[in-house]
């Protein structure tokens, strides 16, 4: 079974920083998403990286200041977040894909509020 592991999240003030992580084993075999939804709003898509070549996309509303990256020894996907915007307040959810398996995480809270 396919167990993911979010970790991270929390609250800051504007401009800070923060990272968010997942974790599986096996992770290291699948595209991975960060997706996030806000209160009263649609779950969207804000980055994404591939299993094998490691491209990367993201959400024009998280480009230059979200990066997505993994480690494959830790079998953990990472999103650092900087210049955090209070708009970027949400649940983050790690999504793993591959093939027809489709895998989400618990979600974790990120607040960004003075």
């Known amino acids: 079974q396919f167990e993911f592991v979010e970790s991270g999240g929390g609250s800051v003030q504007p401009g800070e920083s923060l990272s968010v992580s997942c974790t599986a084993r096996g992770l290291n075999f699948y595209a991975v998403a960060w997706f996030r939804q806000a209160p009263g709003k649609e779950r969207e898509g804000i980055s994404c990286?591939?299993?094998?070549?490691?491209?990367?996309k993201y959400a024009d509303s998280v480009q230059g200041r979200f990066t997505i990256s993994r480690d494959n020894a830790k079998k953990t996907v990472y999103l650092q977040m900087n210049s955090l915007k209070p708009e970027d307040t949400a649940v983050y959810y790690c999504?793993?894909?591959?093939?027809?398996?489709?895998?989400w995480g618990q979600g974790t809270q990120v607040t960004v509020s003075s």
């Open positions: 990286l591939s299993s094998s070549r490691g491209n990367t």
């Open positions: 999504n793993a894909i591959r093939g027809t398996n489709d895998y």
